[in-house]
């Protein structure tokens, strides 16, 4: 199912003659591949939070290592790092964004200069006092090994620095009042919610009757948008 949707999408914008320049996804592997084979000449990014939190479910994960706790004090930092690296990186460039992803291993050792050529010396300013990992100790080469993974390094290299997935996630989830996912609609039965979904979100006030009983609610769920907000944030400063 999780193939089914891009696939068909895929196909229609091709009847219609659209070009995709770039595309943004999870990191699904079947995704990928069907990318790779159909749309050839489309740049394939990543969304920055799904990277982000499979990097803070490996970490979490280390932290409970014997010797390894303090890496829990590392999770949100190095989260917040991935959203930076992305936010900083307008143009794209892979070998910049990858060069910062990789300095991450020197400044969790307060190390702040002399990275690499693409990056050489850290941007920001002085730094209040932390619990730098010390060199050759398990917690820090086991971090290490998380940053330097070479399936991460080739993703973190296709992080999209500008759209994300949230703005498809958010319409997702005001959908999932109309079709809800514990239910399976047969395929013009999911069509037709869809279009009244839209009805909904278009005009509002046009829907003077009470809601349907397949809804859950009449209200709607807040839509936030995280993944943007965090990324804005990060290029205000
Ligand atoms: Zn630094």
Redesign the pocket.
Known sequence: MELEGPKLATEHLKEENVFIDEIVTDRHVQIQKCIRENLLGTKHSYDVWHVAKGIKKKLTALSKQKDCEVVGKWVKSISNYVYWSAASTSDGDQETLLAKWLSLSS?IQNI?HCHCPKFPN?L?GDLESREWLKSGTKACAKVEDVITNTRLCNDIGKLSTGPQTSEMEAYHSVLNHFAPKMHSYRYHGQLCREDLERVESDAPSTLSTPAPPFLNSGKRRPCKDETSKTLSRYTKQ
Do not use: R, S, W
């Open positions: 400044n702040h850290c920001h």
